[in-house]
Structures are given as structure tokens and as C-alpha cells.
């Protein structure tokens, strides 16, 4: 009876490890990319609250002077996530600030901590028509821009 050995050669194991290598080479920098974006879309989902707030406010006053944290429906500047350190509303615009390290992540990311999300209102034509918004995020050029497309 013949005794046959099973197993992979050396050549097959090199190829397989060459063909993960390359599929990192892709994977690992998407994945970074991913990451930088959702903490930066953290911005979005807690200006969220801040925007109602405004809107109420400018619906109840119908002028955008004088709606900052605190006041009518806006709630404290002290909220904190992930990577939001602030949020400030001044006259209705809305301003996110990151810092990864002092948020509850806990870690820095010199990438998201550079950025700043800015949601400011636009006014209609007419009184009493309800509000736009237009996001800018700094710096734009980014892949991970937090503001729709």
C-alpha cells in the first residue's frame, strides 16, 4: 500500500500569502478612510438636534439674531461623542468641533481633530418660510467630507 503525504507545497503557501498581501494593500487604507468618515458623520447626527432647535427658534421669532446654546430650544454646548468636543450655535449657525482624544474614543485622530463641520441657515424669500441649510466642512478636499453630496 502506497503512503501519500497531503499538505501544501512552499509555492502554494507563497502565492496565498502574496494574494492576502495585495488585498491588504487595498483593504487597509478604505478601512482608515471608513473610520475618518464615521467619526466625522458623528457631527452630522448631533447637529441634528441643534438644526430642529434653530428651526423651532427661527419659526417663533422669525429672525436668526440672538439663537445661540442655550436660549429658546437649543440645547448646551456641553454635548460630547465619539470625537465631537463642541458644538456652538451663534445666530443660528452651527458649529462642530472634533477632538478625538477628549471625546469618549478617548484617542487622537490628527485627521477628524482638523476638521470643523459648519451648518448655517438660509432664509427665505418670504417671512415665515421655513429654513435651508448649507454645510461646509474644513478642509473640503477630504475623502471622509461629512457634508451631503
Not at 419659526?59 to 439674531?65: H, P, S, V
Not at 445661540?68 to 430650544?73: A, D, R, V
Not at 468636543?85 to 449657525?93: A, L, N, Q, R, Y
Not at 485622530?109 to 418670504?126: E, H, K, Q, R, Y
Request: glycine share 8%; aromatic share 8%; charged share 10%.
Amino acid at each position: 500500500m502506497k503512503n501519500k503525504q497531503m499538505g501544501f507545497t512552499l509555492i502554494e503557501l507563497m502565492i496565498v500569502i502574496a494574494i492576502i498581501g495585495i488585498l491588504m494593500a487595498y483593504a487597509i487604507p478604505a478601512y482608515q478612510d471608513y473610520t475618518k468618515r464615521t467619526l466625522a458623520n458623528e457631527g452630522n447626527a448631533m447637529a441634528a438636534a441643534y438644526k430642529t432647535g434653530v428651526t423651532v427658534s427661527y419659526a417663533e421669532i422669525d429672525t436668526l439674531a440672538g439663537i445661540t446654546n442655550s436660549t429658546g430650544h437649543i440645547p448646551a454646548a456641553d454635548a460630547t461623542g465619539l470625537c465631537v468636543d463642541t458644538i456652538t450655535v451663534t445666530d443660528g449657525v452651527i458649529v462642530v468641533r472634533y477632538n478625538c482624544a477628549l471625546g469618549s474614543k478617548g484617542q487622537a485622530n490628527t485627521d477628524v481633530d482638523a476638521g470643523v463641520l459648519t451648518w448655517t441657515p438660509i432664509v427665505g424669500v418670504t417671512s415665515g418660510a421655513s429654513l435651508q441649510w448649507a454645510c461646509t466642512y474644513v478642509p473640503a478636499a477630504v475623502a471622509y467630507n461629512p457634508c451631503p453630496k
